[in-house]
């Protein structure tokens, strides 16, 4: 089975969202990287998740965010744009959180659910997962999650223990 037939399978996404946000991305020339978890599954081991995080250049949301019609429906936060559909248990993320701003003008085209896409060098998605882990606004289990996404990218390059702050390498070993 080819990546793309297994997420699209693992994530029930039968409104095809994904497609439909890459051909919208693409079309509109869009400046963005993948981050989190999927971004940490193109640099460590992958895990299967439901979420796919985008880091999106200034001023690209305000641009995009009128190509995205019906069904897909377009949740605005303090710090993101989530789109879903029906049929699709699928969750895009658009991260606009100015601190993510230069991560697509560093991004490296990657493998990520069968598609090369733009990715956030590594240093940036592990330097996203410090700040989602240490954020204390955020749910546990998703901290739980980030913990466990910073693991993975430490097991797989050693070289970056020194970015990682001595509070959450503590939490890694507890």
Do not use: C
């Given at each position: 089975?080819?990546?793309?037939?297994?997420?699209?399978?693992?994530?029930?996404?039968?409104?095809?969202?994904?497609?439909?946000?890459?051909?919208?991305?693409?079309?509109?020339?869009a400046h963005y990287c993948v981050i989190g978890g999927q971004a940490v599954?193109?640099?460590?081991?992958?895990?299967?998740?439901?979420?796919?995080?985008?880091?999106?250049?200034?001023?690209?949301?305000?641009?995009?965010?009128?190509?995205?019609?019906?069904?897909?429906?377009?949740?605005?936060?303090?710090?993101?744009?989530?789109?879903?559909?029906?049929?699709?248990?699928?969750?895009?993320?658009?991260?606009?959180?100015?601190?993510?701003h230069g991560f697509p003008a560093r991004a490296e085209v990657r493998e990520?659910?069968?598609?090369?896409?733009?990715?956030?060098?590594?240093?940036?998605?592990?330097?996203?997962?410090?700040?989602?882990?240490?954020?204390?606004?955020?749910?546990?289990?998703?901290?739980?999650?980030?913990?466990?996404?910073?693991?993975?990218?430490?097991?797989?390059?050693?070289?970056?223990?020194?970015?990682?702050?001595?509070?959450?390498?503590?939490?890694?070993?507890?």
């Open positions: 089975m080819q990546a793309a037939t297994f997420w699209r399978t693992v994530t029930m996404d039968y409104a095809d969202l994904l497609e439909q946000t890459l051909r919208v991305l693409e079309k509109a020339d599954n193109a640099y460590a081991e992958p895990v299967v998740s439901l979420d796919l995080d985008l880091a999106l250049a200034p001023g690209e949301i305000e641009r995009l965010g009128a190509l995205f019609g019906p069904p897909i429906r377009i949740e605005r936060f303090e710090h993101s744009v989530n789109l879903s559909a029906p049929d699709s248990d699928l969750r895009i993320q658009f991260q606009v959180d100015p601190r993510y990520v659910l069968g598609h090369r896409l733009p990715v956030a060098r590594l240093e940036d998605v592990l330097r996203g997962k410090v700040w989602a882990a240490s954020d204390p606004s955020r749910r546990a289990s998703k901290r739980q999650k980030d913990l466990a996404d910073i693991a993975r990218l430490l097991e797989e390059h050693p070289e970056l223990r020194e970015m990682v702050p001595q509070a959450i390498l503590q939490r890694l070993i507890e």
